[in-house]
């Protein structure tokens, strides 16, 4: 009998020394002990939780910005059809451009920009250039 009390006492002890060696909440310290500590006091969900939760608002962002590109490819898309209708209503009207509005034409037309910054400049320069175009046609 005191054998079996005599190990009850050192199995707690035992567990006492080596719960101190838990030196962090971080699972990325590792060791044996901070997971068993981490799996058994919550840590583990909880950073889990706050990780999905990150990807689920990266996601939603992800997808606000990706619809935000697509409208302004097709607004780009729709500046540079007026650009062109613009150009021809000119030819038209019988006013020539030059060779400099020419080039800016071209230009506008060649461009495919990727990003949200370069399709906003770029539609603006299409606008500005179908504007003056059209002054011309009168």
Known sequence: MKYYHFK?????AMFMVLSACVTSEDPGDGGFFNG???????TYDARVAERE??????????ARLTAQLAGLRSEHSSAKNALI????????AGASLTP?????V???LRSNPDRVESLSKAIA??????????????
């Open 106 to 108: 071209a230009a506008a």
């Open 53 to 62: 939760t990150k990807v689920q608002s990266a996601q939603a962002e992800n």
């Open 36 to 42: 068993v500590a981490g799996a058994s006091n919550g």
């Open 8 to 12: 009850t006492i050192g199995s707690a």
């Open 100 to 104: 400099s509005q020419e080039n800016q």
């Open 125 to 138: 320069d299409a606008r500005r250039l179908t504007e003056s175009i059209a002054r011309l046609a009168g």
């Open 85 to 92: 209708q613009a150009r021809a209503k000119a030819r038209a």
